[in-house]
């Protein structure tokens, strides 16, 4: 009897489990990129900083910051599209879950 209900409760709690493990694996790609958008910004200022010591003009000088400025636009904009696709990833999974838990308790014809 004990072993039927402890299968029965880990029969219900699978739904569950899937859930916490398509939230994690989420968080951990949003994570995941955000370091990497991060490390990104930052290399891509230290660069500026080094490029600027060289500049030998205003013009050099504004041409720089107009890409250093461009670079990070690209950088913002690439991390949010990989952002919105983990989070659709996220919620097509959950659908599916939830599509799928429902089923189960649909009646038979």
């Known amino acids: 009897m004990f072993q039927d209900m402890s299968k029965a409760l880990n029969s219900s709690m699978g739904p569950f489990k899937e859930l916490v493990n ?4 989420m968080l951990e ?4 990129q955000q370091m990497a958008c ?3 910004c930052i290399d891509a200022t230290v660069e500026q900083t080094r490029q600027m010591q060289g500049c030998s003009s205003p013009d050099e000088l504004v041409q720089l ?8 636009e690209d950088t913002l904009k690439e991390a949010n599209d990989n952002n919105m696709k983990a989070l659709s990833d996220a919620r ?3 659908e599916r879950l939830a599509n799928d838990a429902f089923d189960a308790f649909a009646p038979k014809s």
């Open 29 to 32: 790609e949003l994570t995941r």
């Open 22 to 25: 398509i939230q994690t694996r």
């Open 92 to 94: 097509e999974s959950v």
């Open 65 to 72: 910051q107009q890409d250093y400025a461009k670079q990070l």
């Open 38 to 40: 991060t490390k990104a």
